[in-house]
């Protein structure tokens, strides 16, 4: 590498895990544009193969692990000089990773993310098996990280836009406050100048992201700071949907319920994960709810809101879940009609509380408690669908070529929800058509532009 300039220096970027993954992803890779490096499309031929990993749970984890070993390969042969892994798996792990992966050259914890330039320099120079701003210890500070200036991953039309960082609550499952801290609200400053550039640059849709952001204000004392947050959104010029997604449900107040109910930006699209219904297994997984609470917010959201489309998450196989408790959560799956909705099983992560609970079940238990709710759900899902034909829908068009237009109404967030296949489309990504809906396929819709 003596001699090579840094113009010359080629990077494979590899991005997993969440939303709030690739916000950090796109961050990057702004800064490596910048400092002048160039982003090739291969990552098997590049100087650097830089991985922003998950670590959230095991199989997130798993797949983690896999690329890595992916990019040692390619170095191996002679493909590739140097393998960085980056992310939450970087910052759970820190050193031991070396030890879990042999030939990674630097591990970057989430604090180092704009020192990715600078990290690559070091690394081609020879400084390899170093840390790089990891370790929890660090994650107690105030930073919030400004996420402004992107090279987007998602379609220019939509984005990401992180208002939090961290997270509060300590359910006994997760990991996610041992990796990115305690909560931290993005200054509301901060927040609303990378909206504007985001908007200034194409973007249509906001998705406000974090680890929970109906907390966001409430570190900095703030009373409905999340619903005063949205009334400022909704001043940007450009913007036509606005969507809130990891909302907790003890968070969902009156406030931010009147907010979106007024709003004609913010799109009446709530997700809130419960993880589940039973009053033990909330206890357990400390969760602050209960099946009354979790219930009258449903019903107060669906009495509020007109149009109101709620999304939720679930977790099945948790420790000491009974048969009893099981055919509890299925049922309410049916009897709640959640206009989509995630299942998971149970993932046993080192450190939490969760872990040292009796009466762990066997993987195969929590794949069938997995699949049963999800059956239920697809009914739910199909007659929702099935409910819709002969309406007429506004759409966001996301794709088009000479074959397939795609697209999605507000009831249908990005990368996660179903889509609309729009017939008769002129519209091009990033542009609104209206539609009726003539059609269903499995949890999407078949329209045609009107």
């Given at each position: 590498m003596v001699g090579r300039t840094q113009e010359q220096i080629r990077v494979g970027f590899v991005s997993l895990g969440c939303p709030k993954?690739?916000?950090?992803?796109?961050?990057?890779?702004?800064?490596?544009?910048?400092?002048?490096?160039?982003?090739?499309?291969?990552?098997?031929?590049?100087?650097?193969?830089?991985?922003?990993?998950?670590?959230?749970?095991?199989?997130?984890?798993?797949?983690?692990?896999?690329?890595?070993?992916?990019?040692?390969?390619?170095?191996r042969g002679g493909a590739v000089k140097k393998v960085i892994a980056a992310g939450c798996l970087s910052e759970?792990?820190?050193?031991?990773?070396?030890?879990?992966?042999?030939?990674?050259?630097?591990?970057?914890?989430?604090?180092?993310?704009?020192?990715?330039?600078?990290?690559?320099?070091?690394?081609?120079?020879?400084?390899?098996?170093?840390?790089?701003?990891g370790g929890a210890r660090r994650r107690a500070s105030d930073i919030v990280l400004d996420d402004r200036t992107r090279l987007l991953i998602t379609p220019g039309h939509w984005a990401y836009l992180r208002i939090s960082e961290g997270c509060n609550h300590r359910?006994?499952?997760?990991?996610?406050?041992?990796?990115?801290?305690?909560?931290?609200?993005?200054?509301?400053?901060?927040?609303?100048?990378?909206?504007?550039?985001?908007?200034?640059?194409?973007?249509?849709?906001?998705?406000?992201?974090?680890?929970?952001?109906?907390?966001?204000?409430?570190?900095?004392?703030?009373?409905?700071?999340?619903?005063?947050?949205?009334?400022?959104?909704?001043?940007?010029?450009?913007?036509?949907?606005?969507?809130?997604?990891?909302?907790?449900?003890?968070?969902?107040d009156e406030q931010l319920i009147e907010a979106v109910a007024e709003s004609e930006k913010v799109v009446p699209y709530f997700d809130i994960p419960i993880q589940h219904i039973s009053d033990r297994v909330l206890k357990a997984m400390r969760r602050g709810q209960s099946r009354r609470k979790i219930e009258a917010l449903l019903d107060r959201l669906r009495r509020s809101v007109p149009g109101a489309m709620l999304r939720t998450t679930l977790i099945a196989g948790f420790p000491g879940e009974t048969d009893?408790?099981?055919?509890?959560?299925?049922?309410?799956?049916?009897?709640?009609?959640?206009?989509?909705?995630?299942?998971?099983?149970?993932?046993?992560?080192?450190?939490?509380?969760?872990?040292?609970?009796?009466?762990?079940?066997?993987?195969?238990?929590?794949?069938?408690?997995?699949?049963?709710?999800?059956?239920?759900?697809?009914?739910?899902a199909f007659a929702k669908n099935a409910e819709r034909i002969g309406s007429e829908l506004r759409c966001l068009v996301d794709y088009a070529d000479t074959n397939t237009v795609r697209g999605r109404f507000y009831g249908q967030a990005p990368e996660i929800d179903g889509v609309c296949y729009i017939e008769k489309c002129s519209g091009k990504p990033g542009h609104f058509v209206e539609t009726r809906v003539v059609g269903t396929k499995d949890y999407d819709l078949l329209v045609e532009q009107v």
């Open positions: 993954n690739t916000v950090d992803s796109e961050r990057m890779l702004a800064t490596l544009a910048q400092s002048g490096m160039v982003i090739t499309a291969e990552p098997d031929n590049a100087d650097v193969v830089v991985i922003n990993t998950c670590g959230f749970i095991a199989p997130a984890k798993a797949e983690s692990i896999e690329a890595i070993r992916q990019a040692v390969g390619w170095k759970r792990m820190g050193e031991r990773l070396f030890r879990e992966v042999e030939g990674i050259d630097a591990v970057i914890g989430l604090d180092g993310r704009d020192s990715i330039a600078q990290i690559i320099k070091e690394t081609l120079s020879g400084r390899n098996g170093v840390v790089y701003c359910c006994s499952f997760c990991t996610i406050p041992s990796i990115r801290g305690r909560f931290r609200s993005k200054p509301k400053e901060l927040v609303l100048a990378e909206a504007r550039e985001l908007a200034h640059a194409g973007a249509v849709e906001l998705n406000l992201i974090g680890q929970d952001t109906s907390y966001y204000g409430r570190d900095l004392k703030e009373r409905g700071g999340l619903a005063e947050l949205l009334r400022e959104l909704e001043k940007i010029a450009g913007l036509s949907w606005i969507r809130l997604m990891y909302l907790h449900p003890s968070g969902v009893e408790e099981f055919e509890e959560l299925v049922e309410f799956v049916r009897w709640a009609k959640f206009d989509a909705l995630g299942c998971f099983a149970y993932s046993r992560e080192a450190g939490t509380e969760a872990a040292a609970l009796p009466n762990q079940l066997s993987e195969q238990a929590k794949q069938e408690r997995v699949e049963a709710v999800m059956l239920a759900q697809q009914q739910v």
